[in-house]
Structures are given as C-alpha cells and as structure tokens.
C-alpha cells in the first residue's frame, strides 16, 4: 500500500496518520512517525509527509472566491451614458484638473519658444540655429501636452484646453543681447515647467494615484533635469562669449547640432 500527501488530498492524509499510529513504534511522539521529510517504509507502508508539511497542508475551509458575485458590485459602476467614460476607475476629479492645467503650462512654453523662433528667424537677426533650437523646443513641448492629453484620456478625464497668453516678440535686451537673454529666458521656462510638474506630482500623491505619479516621474521628470543642465550650459558659454562675433560661432554650433 502506498500513500502520498497532497494539498488536495487531506482526508486521505490524516486517514494515513491514524493508520501510520497503528504500527508499532520505538517513539510515541508524532515527529518520530514522520522524521523530517524523509520516507518512512514500515511493512511495506510509505509515508511522504513532515509534521510540518501536515500543518501547512491542512486543509482551509471557509475561503470561497466567487468572481461573479464579487464583480457584481463594480458591474453596477460601468456608466450607462455615452458620454461618461468606460475606463476610467480611481481617478479623481484633482487629478483631471492636475493634468489640464499642466497641458496649458506646456502649450505656453511652445508658444513662447515658437516666437522665439520667429525671432531669430528674421532677416535682420538671422541666427539660424537659435532659430532651429527654439523651433524644436516648442514642437518638444507641445509633444508633452499631446502626451499628457494621450494619458488624460486613458484613464478617463476629459481634456480642457485653456488660454494660452501672447508671447513676447522682441527679445533683443541691451546689455546681454538677444542670444543670452534668450537663453536665460529659456531657462527660467524650463525652471517654471519643472516646478509644475512637480506640483503635479504632489497632486498625485496627495491622493494616492500611484499611476500617475509614476506616469509623471517616468515621462517627464528626468527629462526635465535634463533639459534645464543643458540650457544651463549653454547660458553660461553664452555669458562668456559676449555680445558679436562669438555668438555667430554659437549659433553654428547650435545649427549642426
Ligand atoms: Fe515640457
Ligand atoms: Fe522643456
């Protein structure tokens, strides 16, 4: 005869213990009947079960999963109406607001980027690489608020969009001229950007939306670091450089980049 435990087959393993007990035995205690793990043939009997492993084999009762009726509640939570989003689930009305005011935040940045790109494009200024750096920023950063719309709409809010404010369109400045000036205008944006992110952020995590906060940190926030050591470099060779010939220099460097 031949026994061997399972999780499913627990009568026929405590049926196997009162039989095992049956057999004479140098020990009365359980652990010398079922020594560790190992087999213990006695009379042809075969046993494949610890004290231990009979513990954590015993059987549980009163655990029952019913998928359907545990369903049934989030069932009743499926919208009705065509205009109500299907897909959206543990996603507060905050973290909606969070994310359309951080689209306008991106969309204003384009905005002013795209009219520096006007700027230095014109015949009088003629900087064609600054021209060719300000116009891929602001394309850049309309592709985050396309990405953020991308993600408001996966998880069910509806994008708003809002004012965008009218850029400058001078950007000559006296004593630094316009490359600097530019560039240090460049700088504080990208500053700015990171600060609302991070206010973004702290939406998320004030109301536990772990989601996006990761979508924040993996989408944008290195990026951003990034973004503001590069331009940080550039302010200061461009405060080195000066105002003539040495900016003509930079902006070659800046259109073969
Ligand atoms: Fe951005
Ligand atoms: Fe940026």
Known sequence: ?????????????????ENVNKFPSSSSSSSACFP???????DGFVMSASKNESNSRSPVTGVVFEPFEEVKKELR?????????????????????????QINVEYNVSYVYHALFA????????LKGFAKFFKEASVEEREHAE??????????????LQTILMPMSEFDHPEKGEALYAMEL???????????????HSVADKYNDVQLADFVE??????????????????????RIGKGHGVWHFDQMLLDA
Request: charged fraction near 25%; charge should be positive.
């Open 1 to 17: 005869m031949l026994l061997r435990a399972s999780p499913s087959a627990a009568f026929t393993l405590s049926t196997a213990v």
């Open 119 to 126: 700027y230095f494009d014109r015949d009088n200024v003629a």
């Open 147 to 160: 990405l953020l719309m991308e993600y408001q709409n996966k998880r069910g809010g509806r994008v708003k």
């Open 218 to 239: 993996s989408t944008f926030l290195t990026e951003q670091v990034e973004a503001i050591k590069k331009i940080s470099e550039f302010v200061a060779q461009l405060r």
């Open 77 to 101: 939570l499926v919208p009705d109406l065509p205009q109500q989003s299907l897909a959206r689930h543990k996603f507060l009305d905050e973290c909606e607001a969070a994310i359309n005011e």
């Open 186 to 200: 460049a700088l504080s944006l990208e500053k700015l950007t990171n600060e609302k992110l991070l206010n973004l």
């Open 36 to 42: 560790s793990s190992s087999s213990r043939r006695t």
